[in-house]
């Protein structure tokens, strides 16, 4: 079983940084793919980048050449480095992870971090 937990969720102005970090506890190692999305309340979520078990990472549209996503297997943490942040950026984080490599189906989730961004 696979836990995650987001963090670094925090409350700025346009034009500033944020890292966000989603840490895994449990079974990490079968994890082919992580994943992280976005909600505003009201809206569909949004998916926002993902970073596979071999490093490939994809960007959605809305954030490429502005957001980064990295991982540190030692601490079972995936990044998402957040630069030039704009309002529209406002939204609940949250990451995602499988275990397709062990052959379990089903996603994880984490609860989310909140990002608020002011104009």
């Known amino acids: 079983q696979v836990r995650l937990v987001e963090s670094g969720g925090d409350s700025v102005q346009a034009g500033r940084s944020l890292r966000l970090s989603c840490t895994a506890s449990?079974?990490?190692?079968?994890?082919?793919?992580t994943e992280w999305y976005r909600q505003v309340q009201g809206k569909e979520r949004e998916w926002v980048a993902a970073?596979?078990?071999?490093?490939?990472?994809s960007y959605a549209d809305s954030v490429k050449g502005r957001f980064t996503i990295s991982q540190d297997r030692r601490r079972k943490t995936v990044y998402l480095q957040m630069n030039s942040l704009k309002p529209e950026d406002t939204a609940m984080y949250v990451c995602?992870?499988?275990?397709?490599?062990?052959?379990?189906?089903?996603?994880?989730w984490g609860q989310g971090t909140q990002v608020t961004v002011s104009s």
């Open positions: 995602k992870t499988d275990q397709l490599l062990c052959g379990k189906v089903g996603d994880h």
């Open positions: 970073i596979g078990s071999d490093d490939t990472t």
């Open positions: 449990g079974t990490t190692s079968c994890s082919s793919e």
